[in-house]
């Protein structure tokens, strides 16, 4: 019988960036990969995610208000789900390396409830050579280190 010397692998699982009711909420960061129709809205129709490293600091914050905080470095999952949002990601056509700068500029009463509207900012390739975050190493493979591209 083979015994195997097994690790644990730390999987990074990016928690979900919820928008809430104020102004200047903002996430900040390199996006590691973006699927133009990797997410779902609320009513389940197809919308863009991208998976982002953070940058700066960032907040998510629920519909009653609670808010979690996400450090740099962690990641966050920004999906196209508000109608102001999902233009703006498609507009940018995103691509992995790029570094991305979402806010929450206006909140606008409609007879239909609150649209939210948001500033997009781009700065293409700016994050490098976009990579997985590091994980544990496999007992049977060993790879030099690579140094993080300057951000």
Do not use: H
């Amino acid at each position: 019988m083979t015994t195997y010397n097994w690790e644990d692998v730390d999987v990074p699982r990016g928690a979900f960036i919820s928008w809430g009711e104020t102004t200047g909420q903002f996430v900040c960061g390199k996006v590691l990969s973006y699927d133009p129709q990797g997410g779902t809205d609320f009513n389940n129709r197809i919308c863009p995610q991208a998976v982002i490293e953070l940058i700066e600091p960032a907040a998510s914050i629920n519909k009653a208000g609670v808010r979690t905080d996400f450090p740099a470095g962690e990641l966050v999952v920004v999906k196209g789900d508000k109608v102001s949002l999902k233009r703006a990601i498609e507009a940018a056509n995103l691509n992995p390396g790029d570094v991305v700068k979402i806010t929450l500029s206006n909140l606008v009463k409609t007879a239909n409830g609150t649209v939210k509207e948001f500033d997009f900012k781009i700065a293409r390739g700016a994050g490098g050579q976009a990579k997985p975050p590091p994980q544990t190493q496999s007992a049977f493979t060993q790879t030099a280190p690579q140094s993080e591209p300057p951000f």
